[in-house]
Every structure is written in structure tokens, then in C-alpha cells.
């Protein structure tokens, strides 16, 4: 399991390296000058469209222009908005937030183009069930040339569909299953294992009817969650409205200097801002993935461009709406960078055991804070962490790294100690190694951190931010 899981660690990070999000990003610029700034008539057009002014039954598709959207909408308006955007703003600060905003408005031109010419070589030999995607526009473009450039098409075209499976069932299926069945487990005890298996099957009953189901389903399903998680975000927006001049000051500074370290946040330069910002902006809203276009390439229409316009709606209400809804909730709330539970009692040194590094702290249940905290929903959630700076891993400039640590409890259930594991993560979010001896400090006096905090990853961060506005 380790090495299989090592695997997909290795794949996902070749996937989503630097060049691949450059590429989108240039592509995204490309098209906008191309289209010159086509986002604001697509706005304005694109609206008309969806309410159905230019439908007509005897087109060839499987579904309407709001079905399509919904459909797309289905994997982009959900935990890319919840789970991908806390993972942004925990990893790059507040600057993330400006950063997707600037690859939204590029990705609106990008998805239109890409939606575009996906309509324009798709298969419609049975018009009431076409198809398409990046995969035909390469074999009916590319394809069509004898001798080499055909079998590069045809190799181009596999190596997109095998992509496009991987990313869909990793990047997709079970990194949204796991963000539901983490939020499930830590709020109402569901096992993850239950939860998993359930979803498992109502998706099945959903695309075992094909894209005609999916395409229901999602028209109902889609309007109803994206207009509920607005107006819960909303509420807490207004309830600490005095705080927005504030938070937006603060993003907009942020996307171009350094967030400095303070409470769980670990600090953060602007490059890691923008970077972070471009991964999650990408993932939630598919702009040039090639997997959005698949379920627009269904829809009912005989006007290529009209569904691509269709399509640029996308970056629009899910990137510059659900998205900037999502992180000003985490920002405004405090979420991302919350004081500690307590403090920890008693010391937490590295020392060497034979040929490997271990933190070691005391068994002793004195050394747990004194809080009124530790309740059942704290005790599921096991995993904590101690913000420190080790004052020999940068000398130059110090960092902070994050001691994660899982509770154990004794046979009366009560908790017993803090279980710290070996691997240490630094504010790039990588694992790395510390020499033993290592000193923790905070500050230049010498004073240790024994902050302790609560974790809050991807889904459970958004919910956290909720809960602080509106408890439970």
C-alpha cells in the first residue's frame, strides 16, 4: 500500500509540475488576446444561453445548455471550492485568493475555446448521444495527416485519455471522497470506510443512466448545493462584515510580499502564494484539463461557440464567486491562522534511536493542556500538531515546521498521551528530516514553542471557519 500510494504521490506531482500549470496559464493569456478579452461578451451572452433563448429540440445533443453546465459544474462546484481553497490559503496565505482570481478570469477565455473546439470535433454520429473531448479534436485535427503526425495524434490522444482517467479517479473521486468522509468522521463519528462506500454507490446509480442521468441529476443537485453554500457563506461574511476592507487589503499585499508566520499558519512567501493559487484555481474550475469539455460535448446545439460560451461561465461562478465566498469565510473567521488550543506541559526533543530520528515526549497526561476542549469531537479528530523553529535547520533564515502528533487514549477511553511521529513538515508542505539535537525555538530570547493546535486539512479547514461564526 505504501508504494502504490508512493506511486500516485510520484504521478500527481509530474501531472501538476510547474510547466503543466505555466502552459494553462500561458494558454489562458494566449486566448484572451485572441478572443480580444472575449470574457465580458461571453458574460453577457453567456447568461441568455443558459435560460434557454436559443434551445431547440432538433439540435443534436443528449441534454440542454443548463444541464451541461451543471454537469460540469458537478466536479468543480463542491470540494475543488471547499477542500482545494483551504489547502491554498493554509499553504500560500492570504495572496493565494488574488492569484486565483487572475487565473479565473484567464481560465474563462481558455474553457471557452477548449469547450469550443471540442463541439466543433465531436462525434455526432448518433445525434441523441454524441461525444467528444480533447481526444477527437487531436484525431480529427492532428489525426487526419498520413505517416508519423497520425500516430503521434493517436499517441497524444491515449496519453490524454489515461491521464484523464488518473486525474479523475485520483484527483477527483478520491480526494473528494476523502474530503467527505474526513468532515463525516471528525463531526459525527461516521466511519470512513461507511462513508466511502456509500457515496460509492449513489454515484453509481447516478452514471449507470449515462450522461442523460448525470445530466438530471446534476440540474437539480448543482443549483440547489451552490445556492445553499452560498447563502451559508454569505452569513458569515456579513455577520463580521466590519473585517472585509481588512481582508481584501491584506490579499492584495499579500499576492506580492511575504505573509509573515502567526498562530497555525507557518508563514509563506509570495511565490508560494502564487503557486498555490495557481494549482487550486486550475483544479476547482478544470479550465484547459479537458475533462469539463467531455460533459459539454453532450450538449443540444448545432452552434459550436454558443456551448463554448456556455463553458466560460464556469471559471466565472466557480473561481470568482464560490472560491473567493470559500476563502474569505477561512480569512475573515481567523480559521487560518488560529491561536493554539494550549499549551503543552513538558519538553519535545529529537533523539537518535539506532539509524532513525524520532521525536520523543513525555507519557506523563500532565503534559496534555488543561482543556475544557478535549470533548468527544476533539478526541475524534486525534491528529494534532506543535508549531516550532529549529534554530540549526536554516540558519540563514529560519522557518517554522509543523510536529504533527496523534492522540492515544487508555482503556477508560480517557486521553493518555501525544503520539509524535517522525516526519516533520516545513511550509512548502514537504516532509523532511532533522538532524537529533535539534533545538526548538521561537523567538531570538530562546523561548520554546508548545503551542498546540488543532488540525484542519482541505474540507475540515472550511468547516472549522463555519463553526467559528455559527457553532455546530
Known amino acids: 500500500m505504501t508504494a502504490f500510494l508512493n506511486g500516485i504521490q510520484h504521478a500527481t506531482a509530474a501531472l501538476w509540475s510547474q510547466p503543466t500549470l505555466y502552459l494553462l496559464l500561458g494558454a489562458g493569456l494566449l486566448f484572451t488576446a485572441w478572443t480580444r478579452i472575449g470574457q465580458f461578451r461571453i458574460l453577457s451572452h453567456g447568461f441568455r444561453v443558459v435560460r434557454g433563448e436559443y434551445d431547440n429540440p432538433d439540435d443534436p445533443g443528449a441534454i440542454n445548455h443548463f444541464q451541461a453546465l451543471s454537469a460540469a459544474l458537478s466536479a ?109 468522521n471528525r463531526y459525527f463519528g461516521v466511519p470512513q470506510v461507511a462513508t466511502g462506500s456509500f457515496v460509492a454507490v449513489l454515484v453509481g446509480l447516478v452514471i449507470i443512466g449515462g450522461i442523460r442521468r448525470i445530466g438530471q441529476v446534476a440540474g437539480k443537485l448543482v443549483p440547489a448545493m451552490a445556492i445553499l453554500y452560498l447563502l451559508s457563506a454569505a452569513a458569515v461574511v456579513a455577520v463580521n462584515m466590519e473585517q472585509l476592507p481588512s481582508m481584501f487589503r491584506m490579499i492584495l499585499t499579500r499576492a506580492f510580499a511575504p505573509t509573515e508566520a502567526g498562530g497555525a499558519f507557518v508563514g509563506a512567501g509570495a511565490w508560494l502564494a502564487f503557486t498555490w493559487g495557481l494549482k487550486r484555481a486550475i483544479y476547482s474550475n478544470e479550465a484547459g484539463l479537458g475533462s469539463a469539455a467531455m460533459a459539454h460535448a453532450a450538449a443540444r446545439t448545432n452552434e459550436p461557440a454558443r456551448e463554448g460560451i456556455v463553458g466560460g461561465l464556469g471559471p466565472l461562478i466557480d473561481t470568482l464567486i464560490i472560491c473567493t465566498l470559500t476563502a474569505l469565510v477561512i480569512l475573515i473567521t481567523g480559521a487560518w491562522n488560529r491561536p493554539p488550543e494550549g499549551p503543552m506541559h513538558g519538553e519535545v526533543t529529537l533523539s537518535r534511536l539506532q539509524d532513525r530520528t524520532e521525536l520523543i515526549a513525555p507519557t506523563d497526561p500532565r503534559a496534555l493542556p488543561e482543556l475544557p476542549a478535549w470533548d468527544s469531537y476533539t478526541a475524534r479528530q486525534q491528529v494534532f500538531f506543535v508549531v516550532s523553529v529549529p534554530d540549526d535547520l536554516n540558519p540563514s533564515g529560519r522557518r517554522r515546521v509543523r510536529v504533527y502528533g496523534t492522540l492515544e487514549t487508555g482503556q477508560d477511553g480517557e486521553i493518555t498521551q501525544i503520539a509524535w511521529r517522525n516526519s516533520i513538515e516545513d511550509q512548502n508542505g514537504e516532509t523532511i528530516s532533522l538532524p537529533a539535537g535539534t533545538r526548538w525555538i521561537d523567538d531570538d530570547g530562546g523561548r520554546p514553542i508548545k503551542g498546540l493546535y488543532r488540525e484542519f486539512t482541505g474540507a475540515a479547514l472550511t468547516a472549522h471557519a463555519f463553526d467559528r461564526s455559527f457553532p455546530g
Not at 462546484?77 to 484567464?106: D, E, S
Not at 497520425?150 to 480526494?175: E, P
Open 76 to 184: 468543480t462546484i463542491g470540494l475543488g471550492n471547499i477542500g482545494g481553497v483551504a489547502i491554498a490559503i493554509g499553504l500560500g496565505g492570504p495572496g493565494a485568493l488574488f492569484w486565483m482570481w487572475v487565473v479565473g478570469f484567464f481560465g474563462i477565455a481558455l474553457k471557452t475555446v477548449e469547450i469550443t473546439l471540442t463541439m466543433l470535433y465531436r462525434n455526432t454520429d448518433d445525434p441523441d448521444d454524441p461525444h467528444g473531448g480533447p481526444m477527437w479534436v487531436i484525431d480529427r485535427t492532428l489525426g487526419r495527416i498520413p505517416g508519423p503526425r497520425r500516430i503521434a495524434a493517436k499517441c497524444l490522444g491515449g496519453l490524454f485519455s489515461l491521464s484523464c482517467i488518473f486525474f479523475t479517479v485520483v484527483g477527483i473521486c478520491l480526494f473528494q471522497t476523502w474530503n467527505v468522509a474526513d468532515i463525516t
